[in-house]
């Protein structure tokens, strides 16, 4: 009986002392916060696909339109971010839809936060004149990696001051390659 107290007595109190080195030992984990952003950019796109008007004549497919993308920022600098893209123009008639989401990197300074961004989804085109020789509209993979930066005005509100933008797309004999360039709008959803 002597012993088994004096065995629970030696199991307690190593317990104990276990217990109190493991609390003192642990180290706090911090996160960064950030507001989460919502932004309206206009993109310029120029396509790599060229229509030959003349034997000495190539001519791009030049389009304009406008991305909204919402980015969730819960694990700042690291952000989740979705994206929605229409885009028309001209030869051809061609019209280009896409609907993207990934991960991101931004961090601000001061008032500027430069971002790096890759994107997947999926991408549909069209065209008047069967511009990828489908005689119908072509959904398919869509790979977008963009570079920004963006300029804070108030605590809500800033301007997307340059987004360059690369989206990779199937269509095509080798798939096809758009170019954008783009400026809009951000805001921040503060408490």
């Known amino acids: 009986m002597k012993m088994r107290r004096h065995l629970a007595t030696i199991i307690l109190g190593v317990s104990f002392a ?42 791009r497919t030049h389009l304009g339109g ?6 969730s920022r819960h694990f700042y600098p690291w952000e989740l971010v979705g994206s929605a893209q229409y885009s028309s123009g001209q030869p051809l008639g061609q019209k280009l839809i896409s ?42 993979f869509a790979l977008n990696t963009s570079v920004g930066v963006d300029y804070q005005l108030t ?4 301007i997307r001051g340059v987004q360059l933008q690369n989206e990779y797309l199937p269509f095509g004999s080798r798939g096809s390659v758009y170019w954008s360039i783009g400026t809009g709008i951000t805001y921040h959803f503060r408490p």
């Open 99 to 140: 609907a993207v989401g990934g991960a991101g990197y931004c961090r601000s300074f001061k008032h500027w936060a430069p971002y790096a961004r890759v994107l997947g989804g999926m991408a549909r085109t069209s065209s008047n004149d069967e511009m990828y020789l489908y005689t119908a509209p072509k959904w398919g």
């Open 155 to 158: 605590p809500r509100w800033g």
């Open 66 to 71: 406008g991305t909204v993308e919402y980015a």
């Open 18 to 59: 276990g217990s109190t080195l493991f609390a003192q030992a642990r180290q706090e984990v911090s996160y960064d916060w950030a507001p989460d952003e919502l932004a309206a950019t206009f993109l310029y796109t120029v396509d790599d696909y060229s229509l030959q008007e003349s034997p000495t004549n190539l001519e």
